[in-house]
T-cell receptor, first 114, second 114 residues
């Protein structure tokens, strides 16, 4: 049973470019969460999605960041016009249903903005 | 908003020493509590969790944690560490007013010297 998959594992972007991070949840999981880990800090919640729905985006920056989880395919975290401060590790987690508080994490995508 | 504090950012121990990592949270309501571990180059893995019942929780690899409600604490312990326990450890809390969101502490980097 494959775990949570994230790609790419490492992504380098120049300032002003767009970054697209992908997350495929565990088989049978329909809930996806995105977290960001800035250097020397813990993980911070960004957004919680179910298929075709954003359930909670209270942790998402108001501008440049968006997330989706389409009916088919992986969840995408999109960062437009990246800045150096966006450099971080972005982790995706999944759970089987809304009541399952245990989340299974992917390996993360390390974004570096030059 | 709830917060989670891990007081020790870096811990260095020799093999066979006992380990206790502190975790305190700030929310007064019902919580679910977790400890995750991130080994070098790997993704976060769940060590143990507390939802309800016996406040002393046993996890994988000989780890345990004790929930003390009056102290808002969920400290992680292991009687005798091994070199392979070298990793970063994260405490996380899910509060009953926060949906499925996990709030993480800043992490503790443990180095075990052989």
């Amino acid at each position: 049973n494959a775990g949570v998959m994230q790609n790419p594992r490492h992504l380098v972007r120049r300032r002003g470019q767009e970054a697209r991070l992908r997350c495929s949840p565990m088989k049978g999981h329909s809930h996806v969460y995105w977290y960001r880990q800035l250097p020397e800090e813990g993980l911070k919640f960004m957004v919680y999605l179910q298929k075709e729905n954003i359930i909670d985006e209270s942790g998402m920056p108001k501008e440049r960041f968006s997330a989706e989880f389409p009916k088919e395919g992986p969840s995408i975290l999109r960062i437009q016009q990246v800045v150096r401060g966006d450099s971080a590790a972005y982790f995706c987690a999944s759970s089987p249903d809304r009541q399952a508080y245990e989340q299974y994490f992917g390996p993360g995508t390390r974004l570096t903005v030059t | 908003a709830q917060s989670v504090s891990q007081h020790n950012h870096h811990v260095i121990l020799s093999e066979a020493a006992s380990l206790e990592l502190g975790c305190n949270y700030s929310y007064g309501g019902t919580v679910n509590l977790f400890w995750y571990v991130q080994y070098p180059g790997q993704h976060l893995q769940l060590l143990l969790k507390y939802f309800s019942g016996d406040p002393l929780v046993k996890g994988i690899k000989g780890f345990e944690a004790e929930f003390i409600k009056s102290k808002f604490s969920f400290n992680l312990r292991k009687p005798s560490v091994q070199w392979s326990d070298t990793a970063e450890y994260f405490c996380a809390v899910n509060a009953d007013n926060a949906g499925n969101m996990l709030t993480f502490g800043g992490g503790t980097r443990l180095m075990v010297k052989p």
